[in-house]
């Protein structure tokens, strides 16, 4: 995995209805992420092709549309993750906690902007 700038897209799994895209910059085990109305820190490890890691999610921006209902409530969450790289992209599938008894899975693709 290389340390760089990356797009992430987001989409929740299991018939939940959710998904985000932002920013993520990887760089020797710590990753930062954000979006529009979401920042993540965390950290990862990296094997043969393979990486895994784990972060923590908080809202910093209300959804200007009254109607829609956030996944987190507002609260923090924590996810892990494990998958696959290549040169320039990843793909993860993770589990996120949320209020410590509900858990919603996720997949993320990666792909590589910048060197950072």
């Known amino acids: 995995m290389k340390n760089g700038l990356y797009s992430i897209h987001i989409h929740m799994l299991d018939g939940v209805k959710g998904r985000d ?3 993520i910059i ?8 954000g979006g529009p109305y979401f920042w993540s820190v965390g950290s990862y490890t990296v094997g043969e092709g393979t990486w895994k890691g784990h972060l923590a999610t ?16 507002k609260q923090e969450v924590t996810s892990g993750f494990s998958g696959t790289f290549s040169d320039d992209a990843a793909e993860v599938f993770g589990t996120t906690l949320v209020g410590g008894s509900r858990s919603l ?5 990666l792909k590589r902007l910048a060197d950072i």
């Open 21 to 23: 895209s932002g920013i």
């Open 26 to 33: 990887l760089r020797d085990g710590t990753l930062v992420s």
């Open 58 to 73: 908080n809202q910093h921006t209300d959804f200007p549309d009254p109607y829609v209902r956030p996944l987190f409530g």
């Open 105 to 109: 899975s996720f997949r993320a693709t």
